[in-house]
Nanobody, 127 residues
């Protein structure tokens, strides 16, 4: 069973930075993809950034140029570096993962593409 544990959330002023981490364990297969999502009450869970099984990335338009997703396979840890944070980035951030038995796993930004989720970490951007 895949387990995901996020950390790194907190409160920051507009223009500030945070780095989220997600430690993964329990993968059965060597091919997997991962993503970061965020959720604000009353809205659907939205994809922020994702990385595919080849290491290629995709981003939501709202975070391009400000957020960077990366994966350290040796540490089984996914990161999200968030710069130039704005109040509209305030949300609960979730790490997600999907694994495949061989083949390719895409960098999907749709939450239905992932079966494994962390518990979330809150990010609050305010003055």
């Amino acid at each position: 069973q895949v387990q995901l544990v996020e950390s790194g959330g907190g409160s920051v002023q507009p223009g500030g930075s945070l780095r989220l981490s997600c430690v993964a364990s329990g993968y059965t297969y060597s091919s997997y993809c991962m993503g970061w999502f965020r959720h604000v009450k009353g809205n659907e869970r939205a994809g922020v950034a994702a990385i595919d099984s080849d290491g290629d990335t995709s981003y939501a338009d709202s975070v391009k140029g400000r957020f960077t997703i990366s994966l350290d396979k040796a540490k089984n840890t996914l990161y999200l570096q968030m710069n130039s944070l704005a109040p509209e980035d305030t949300a609960m951030y979730y790490c997600a993962a999907e694994e495949v038995n061989g083949g390719y796993c895409p960098a999907a930004l749709g939450h239905l593409e992932y079966n494994h989720w962390g518990q979330g970490t809150q990010v609050t951007v305010s003055t």
